[in-house]
């Protein structure tokens, strides 16, 4: 066993003072009203508001405070006094404002009025709800219809997710791109394709029950720290973690629980990983094909004693396919090649192995570690197939933990925000609204992007998000979007892709899902979908940043009304009035996952939509779990060569995607800097490097194209030789758009392929 895991720079444990005091430096740094704190402590409660930052599940017996770090980051962020108001646009130029941070731009504060781009003056200016719904309308009708996008962050609820869709089929599409194409979209596509569900087969009590847990690329310190209560628990009762991660992440590492006054006054930390397997990033394939080997020969030497079986031989028989080809695969495999490309020795899978066997449930987690990769699906396959080997899928304590990002964004593909149209029920559609939904799958986001470039794409709507920040190819993307006829931004900050107006461009400022959302019928609630499949209402209850600030909902809606012909089943104004009438829509189109929708809203810790894999039944083609043979040892879709490195684009503990609350990044030990690029030492000597020495990374893709970022320092930091690391979303620029998972498109953001070069 490990019994201290190094970890290069942090700051102490997870948790504890530390994220005590960085919660107060951006409550400083933002200012936000006073009685703030009345408002976190409604945060993730029945009655309360749901945190507007990630998916993590809301447990039914909650904590008096019922958030982390980073969820009240994103509240406060939300809660600031700052305001980008008109007046903002007399000082500076969009072109001007291209030179900002990402950081500074959502400095600027919230949003207040709707506003047009004025291309003579290259500013935006204040205009009236009615003109910007009635201008917007008039030019979608004349637009291609297949040339316009709907596109969403997973940010905006269930209610308003829904209507958007319709939208869009009512308007004559699908080209509904999710932000999940960037993430969880492997998990979509590669985790249904081997056991029928696209979303993670676990729920709460499974983590109160099981024995040990295996991380895969997932940082749950800094991306759902309320996860570290459950793992904390989880060690108190003797459950073992392993993590297989290139990135010593503190979060993995250690925690001090900030709810606990205990351990915050004794510094109390609690051990998280048993065993931390620093792998090279996409050397997973390689990795989970040791521990299996070590799963098939203890099985063996079972089998040779006559011992109880290993392998759970029963499940294997009547739930799964593809056995005996995977495993001869696995027979096969030499464990030189799997030392090689996981970057792991033997002795240490074998130790990994030891503990997965020794835990009779055990659950499996991953993030953007596992997803974002060339061949990210395998990925998922592989750690499926680990799983199903000792019938870890589908049983009490056990099974599969894709932890999601936005806080919605399972939830949108629920009710609909999908381009792929068998995943609707079109049928129930046209019933309700009397129209032909279209039946041709619209654009995941690589094909709306690739569109814009090729000029096939005229128009986005964006509910939430900063696509242009969040996507590859960055520059040439860039150019794309101002070629647009008309670009639509709901927002509630000032980023990057509102500087880059297309011919007619808007921005729509919404309310934020703490704010009262007044509507004729009183204030409305919302619901959102956690990464476990429950559903819980959300109200908010603070007065809304400014007074011409809609709700998402008022904003599709009006968007709808002035572009759709007007039709007795479209209404509009009284599904605005009143969102329980939408929640009814959505029972009716979906009975089975949202029976007694209206109901149930406040359940506490949400109502259960039920998941088919966890009760073992497999909605896959072959009707059963499938266990697949790799083709490949790596998740790669390039090799090894001279001077090229394999570029992991990170998170850091200070940023929420696209939006960066600030420079400190205190778990990895970086402060007041984001250009940087992470080198082991053996590296940076390698190269003739030194640390501190300014480099640009180039692409090393092999497509022609010329992708630079310059102005990075060199930092040393304990990492496998040949991966190294740099922050997203800067490091865009030196992705590929057709640089994804073969399977689902998913960007392949964690291996860029790049090499150095000295400045
Ligand atoms: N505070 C905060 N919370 C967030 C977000 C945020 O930006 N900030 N983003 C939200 C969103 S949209 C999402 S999708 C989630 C993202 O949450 P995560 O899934 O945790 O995403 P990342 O931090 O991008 O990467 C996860 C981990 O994968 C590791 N990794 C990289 N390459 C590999 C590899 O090849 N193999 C393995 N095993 N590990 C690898 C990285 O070192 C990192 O620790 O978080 C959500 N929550
Ligand atoms: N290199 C690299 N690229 C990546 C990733 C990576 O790990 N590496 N991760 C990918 C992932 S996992 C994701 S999910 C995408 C994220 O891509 P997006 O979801 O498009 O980006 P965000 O940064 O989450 O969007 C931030 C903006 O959303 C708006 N916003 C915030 N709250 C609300 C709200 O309540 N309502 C509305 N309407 N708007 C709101 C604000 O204006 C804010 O500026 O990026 C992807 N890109
Ligand atoms: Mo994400």
């Given at each position: 066993m490990t019994d201290h895991i190094d970890n290069p720079g942090g700051k102490g444990p997870a948790g504890g003072w530390g994220s005590l005091k960085s919660i107060a430096r951006i409550y400083g740094d933002s200012e936000p009203p006073a009685a703030f704190l009345e408002t976190l402590a409604r945060q993730n409660k029945p009655g309360g508001f749901m945190c507007v930052s990630c998916a993590w599940p809301k447990p039914k017996n909650y904590h008096p405070f019922e958030f982390c770090e980073n969820g009240a980051k994103a509240t406060m962020w939300e809660l600031t006094n700052a305001r980008c108001t008109p007046d903002f646009w007399n000082e500076y130029t969009a072109t001007e404002l291209r030179s900002w941070k990402d950081h500074d731009l959502e400095m600027t504060g919230r949003l207040t009025h709707p506003m047009r781009f004025d291309h003579a003056t290259d500013r935006y200016v204040e205009v009236t709800w009615d003109e910007a719904f009635e201008k917007i309308g008039r030019t979608l009708r004349r637009l291609e219809k297949q040339s316009v996008v709907f596109y969403s962050s997973g940010h905006a609820g269930l209610e308003a997710s829904y209507l958007y869709a319709l939208l869009a089929r009512a308007y004559g599409n699908n080209n509904l791109p999710q932000s999940s194409n960037m993430c969880h979209e492997t998990t979509s596509v590669g985790l249904n394709k081997v056991i029928g569900s696209p979303v993670g087969t676990i729920v709460w009590d499974d983590l109160e029950k099981a024995d040990a847990f295996l991380f895969f690329g997932q940082n749950p310190g800094t991306n759902s720290p309320r996860f570290l209560h459950p793992l904390q628990e989880a060690k108190k009762r003797g459950a073992k973690i392993v993590t297989f991660n290139p990135v010593i992440e503190q979060g993995l590492v250690s925690f001090v629980n900030p709810q606990n006054p205990f351990d915050m006054l004794t510094g109390n930390e609690t051990k998280i990983s048993d065993q931390y397997c620093q792998v090279k990033a996409g050397g997973d394939v390689a990795a989970m094909l040791g521990l299996c080997k070590v799963v098939v020969e203890a099985d063996d030497a079972a089998v040779a004693r006559d011992a109880p079986r290993v392998l759970d031989v029963d499940f294997i028989a009547k739930h799964t396919t593809g056995f005996e080809a995977f495993v001869t695969c696995v027979r096969e495999t030499a464990w030189k090649d799997i030392e090689r490309e996981s970057g792991l020795s033997e002795a240490d899978l074998r130790e990994a192995g030891e503990t997965y066997i020794g835990a009779d449930r055990v659950i499996g987690v991953y993030g953007m570690g596992l997803t974002q990769h060339a061949q990210g699906a395998l990925n998922v396959a592989m750690l499926v197939n680990l799983l199903l080997l000792r019938g870890n899928i589908g049983r009490e304590g056990a099974g599969c933990c894709p932890v999601r990002g936005h806080s919605n964004v399972q939830g949108q593909r629920t009710v609909g925000i999908a381009e792929?149209?068998?995943?609707?029920?079109m049928d129930k559609l046209k019933a309700l609204f009397d129209f032909d939904p279209p039946t041709e799958d619209g654009t995941h986001i690589v094909d709306a992007v690739r569109g814009m470039m090729a000029g096939t794409i005229s128009a986005t709507i964006s509910l939430g998000g900063n696509l242009l920040r969040a996507v590859p190819d960055q520059e040439e993307m860039e150019r794309a979007w101002v070629r647009q006829h008309l670009t639509v931004m709901v927002s509630t900050k000032l980023n990057r892709s509102h500087l880059f107006p297309g011919k007619e461009a808007w921005i729509l400022p919404c309310l934020s899902r703490t704010e009262m959302d007044m509507q004729a019928t009183g204030n409305q609630s919302v619901t959102t979908e956690d990464s476990f499949s429950h559903i819980s209402g959300s109200i908010g209850k603070r007065t809304p940043a400014s007074k011409h600030l809609k709700s998402e909902l008022a904003i599709v809606a009006g968007i709808a009304k002035a572009t759709l012909d007007a039709k007795p089943t479209f209404r509009w104004d009284e599904w605005t009035a009143d969102y329980a009438l939408v929640r009814d829509l959505i029972e009716a189109t979906y009975p089975d996952d949202f029976k007694g929708y209206n109901a149930r809203l406040f359940e506490p810790g949400g109502f259960y939509r039920g998941n088919d894999a966890h009760e073992r039944i497999w909605n896959t083609e072959e009707k059963k779990a499938v266990f697949t043979k790799p083709e490949r040892m790596n998740a790669l879709s390039f090799e090894d060569t001279p001077g090229r490195y394999r570029l992991v684009t990170m998170r850091s503990n200070d940023q929420f995607n696209t939006t960066i609350y600030g420079y400190s990044d205190r778990f990895r030990g970086i402060?007041?800097?984001?250009?940087v690029v992470l080198m082991c030492p053996e590296d940076i000597e390698a190269a003739g490097l030194s640390e501190g020495q300014m480099i640009a990374l180039v692409s090393d893709f092999g497509d022609g194209k010329h992708r630079e970022l310059g102005g990075l320092a060199v930092r040393a930091h304990k990492l496998p030789p040949g991966t190294i690391g740099g922050y997203y979303p800067e490091c865009n620029v030196l992705n590929a758009i057709d640089h994804h998972d073969e399977l689902s498109k998913t960007p392949a953001a964690k291996a860029i392929p790049v090499k150095i070069v000295t400045q």
């Amino acid at each position: 066993m490990t019994d201290h895991i190094d970890n290069p720079g942090g700051k102490g444990p997870a948790g504890g003072w530390g994220s005590l005091k960085s919660i107060a430096r951006i409550y400083g740094d933002s200012e936000p009203p006073a009685a703030f704190l009345e408002t976190l402590a409604r945060q993730n409660k029945p009655g309360g508001f749901m945190c507007v930052s990630c998916a993590w599940p809301k447990p039914k017996n909650y904590h008096p405070f019922e958030f982390c770090e980073n969820g009240a980051k994103a509240t406060m962020w939300e809660l600031t006094n700052a305001r980008c108001t008109p007046d903002f646009w007399n000082e500076y130029t969009a072109t001007e404002l291209r030179s900002w941070k990402d950081h500074d731009l959502e400095m600027t504060g919230r949003l207040t009025h709707p506003m047009r781009f004025d291309h003579a003056t290259d500013r935006y200016v204040e205009v009236t709800w009615d003109e910007a719904f009635e201008k917007i309308g008039r030019t979608l009708r004349r637009l291609e219809k297949q040339s316009v996008v709907f596109y969403s962050s997973g940010h905006a609820g269930l209610e308003a997710s829904y209507l958007y869709a319709l939208l869009a089929r009512a308007y004559g599409n699908n080209n509904l791109p999710q932000s999940s194409n960037m993430c969880h979209e492997t998990t979509s596509v590669g985790l249904n394709k081997v056991i029928g569900s696209p979303v993670g087969t676990i729920v709460w009590d499974d983590l109160e029950k099981a024995d040990a847990f295996l991380f895969f690329g997932q940082n749950p310190g800094t991306n759902s720290p309320r996860f570290l209560h459950p793992l904390q628990e989880a060690k108190k009762r003797g459950a073992k973690i392993v993590t297989f991660n290139p990135v010593i992440e503190q979060g993995l590492v250690s925690f001090v629980n900030p709810q606990n006054p205990f351990d915050m006054l004794t510094g109390n930390e609690t051990k998280i990983s048993d065993q931390y397997c620093q792998v090279k990033a996409g050397g997973d394939v390689a990795a989970m094909l040791g521990l299996c080997k070590v799963v098939v020969e203890a099985d063996d030497a079972a089998v040779a004693r006559d011992a109880p079986r290993v392998l759970d031989v029963d499940f294997i028989a009547k739930h799964t396919t593809g056995f005996e080809a995977f495993v001869t695969c696995v027979r096969e495999t030499a464990w030189k090649d799997i030392e090689r490309e996981s970057g792991l020795s033997e002795a240490d899978l074998r130790e990994a192995g030891e503990t997965y066997i020794g835990a009779d449930r055990v659950i499996g987690v991953y993030g953007m570690g596992l997803t974002q990769h060339a061949q990210g699906a395998l990925n998922v396959a592989m750690l499926v197939n680990l799983l199903l080997l000792r019938g870890n899928i589908g049983r009490e304590g056990a099974g599969c933990c894709p932890v999601r990002g936005h806080s919605n964004v399972q939830g949108q593909r629920t009710v609909g925000i999908a381009e792929k149209a068998k995943l609707v029920p079109m049928d129930k559609l046209k019933a309700l609204f009397d129209f032909d939904p279209p039946t041709e799958d619209g654009t995941h986001i690589v094909d709306a992007v690739r569109g814009m470039m090729a000029g096939t794409i005229s128009a986005t709507i964006s509910l939430g998000g900063n696509l242009l920040r969040a996507v590859p190819d960055q520059e040439e993307m860039e150019r794309a979007w101002v070629r647009q006829h008309l670009t639509v931004m709901v927002s509630t900050k000032l980023n990057r892709s509102h500087l880059f107006p297309g011919k007619e461009a808007w921005i729509l400022p919404c309310l934020s899902r703490t704010e009262m959302d007044m509507q004729a019928t009183g204030n409305q609630s919302v619901t959102t979908e956690d990464s476990f499949s429950h559903i819980s209402g959300s109200i908010g209850k603070r007065t809304p940043a400014s007074k011409h600030l809609k709700s998402e909902l008022a904003i599709v809606a009006g968007i709808a009304k002035a572009t759709l012909d007007a039709k007795p089943t479209f209404r509009w104004d009284e599904w605005t009035a009143d969102y329980a009438l939408v929640r009814d829509l959505i029972e009716a189109t979906y009975p089975d996952d949202f029976k007694g929708y209206n109901a149930r809203l406040f359940e506490p810790g949400g109502f259960y939509r039920g998941n088919d894999a966890h009760e073992r039944i497999w909605n896959t083609e072959e009707k059963k779990a499938v266990f697949t043979k790799p083709e490949r040892m790596n998740a790669l879709s390039f090799e090894d060569t001279p001077g090229r490195y394999r570029l992991v684009t990170m998170r850091s503990n200070d940023q929420f995607n696209t939006t960066i609350y600030g420079y400190s990044d205190r778990f990895r030990g970086i402060e007041g800097t984001r250009n940087v690029v992470l080198m082991c030492p053996e590296d940076i000597e390698a190269a003739g490097l030194s640390e501190g020495q300014m480099i640009a990374l180039v692409s090393d893709f092999g497509d022609g194209k010329h992708r630079e970022l310059g102005g990075l320092a060199v930092r040393a930091h304990k990492l496998p030789p040949g991966t190294i690391g740099g922050y997203y979303p800067e490091c865009n620029v030196l992705n590929a758009i057709d640089h994804h998972d073969e399977l689902s498109k998913t960007p392949a953001a964690k291996a860029i392929p790049v090499k150095i070069v000295t400045q």
